[in-house]
């Protein structure tokens, strides 16, 4: 079976209406679900979601009534969560080759090329220091329906 791995970032999109991308975003995931293309995440996955959503309400820019609607629309969206042989060495090998500060963005990256598979991110940061050296880390801005072609 195919495989996108998506990091937190990705995922917000999802749920949060008026998040910059939201489009592309709906569209993977719809186009992952018409494919049967399966979603998997870094162990870290659920914390990041959650940790934002705790974050907005924590801040007013979100209910605890909207919390509780975002909770149960991202829980309801098959991702499978993957611990990887592996993964926590190279997740430290990619924070060291592209000088992280953090490994989070670096796990998700790792779990992606241990499994063969497209990362998407919406993280622009890490995209754009990564991107070139690996070409498997992919922008959500970029997603186009082609992509599951390839």
């Given at each position: 079976?195919?495989?996108w791995?998506?990091?937190?970032?990705?995922?917000?999109?999802?749920?949060?209406?008026?998040?910059?991308?939201?489009?592309?975003?709906?569209?993977?995931?719809?186009?992952?679900?018409?494919?049967?293309?399966?979603?998997?995440?870094?162990?870290?996955?659920?914390?990041?979601?959650?940790?934002?959503?705790?974050?907005?309400?924590?801040n007013?820019?979100?209910?605890q009534?909207?919390?509780?609607?975002?909770?149960?629309?991202?829980?309801?969206?098959?991702?499978?969560?993957?611990?990887?042989?592996?993964?926590?060495?190279?997740?430290?090998?990619?924070?060291?080759?592209?000088?992280?500060?953090?490994?989070?963005?670096?796990?998700?990256?790792?779990?992606?090329?241990?499994?063969?598979?497209?990362?998407?991110?919406?993280?622009?940061?890490?995209h754009?220091?990564?991107?070139?050296?690996?070409?498997?880390?992919?922008?959500?801005?970029?997603?186009?329906?082609?992509?599951?072609?390839?």
């Amino acid at each position: 079976m195919r495989e996108w791995c998506i990091d937190a970032s990705v995922a917000i999109k999802w749920i949060v209406e008026t998040e910059r991308d939201r489009d592309r975003a709906l569209a993977l995931l719809k186009a992952s679900i018409s494919n049967g293309i399966a979603l998997i995440s870094a162990p870290l996955f659920p914390y990041e979601v959650d940790s934002y959503v705790r974050q907005r309400v924590h801040n007013g820019s979100m209910t605890q009534d909207e919390a509780a609607t975002v909770f149960r629309g991202i829980d309801a969206i098959k991702i499978e969560i993957v611990e990887s042989s592996g993964l926590r060495q190279r997740t430290r090998e990619i924070s060291e080759r592209f000088n992280q500060r953090l490994v989070y963005d670096s796990l998700y990256a790792a779990l992606a090329d241990l499994r063969g598979c497209d990362l998407w991110t919406a993280d622009t940061r890490f995209h754009r220091v990564v991107a070139g050296d690996m070409p498997f880390v992919k922008h959500i801005s970029n997603f186009e329906i082609l992509d599951i072609n390839s």
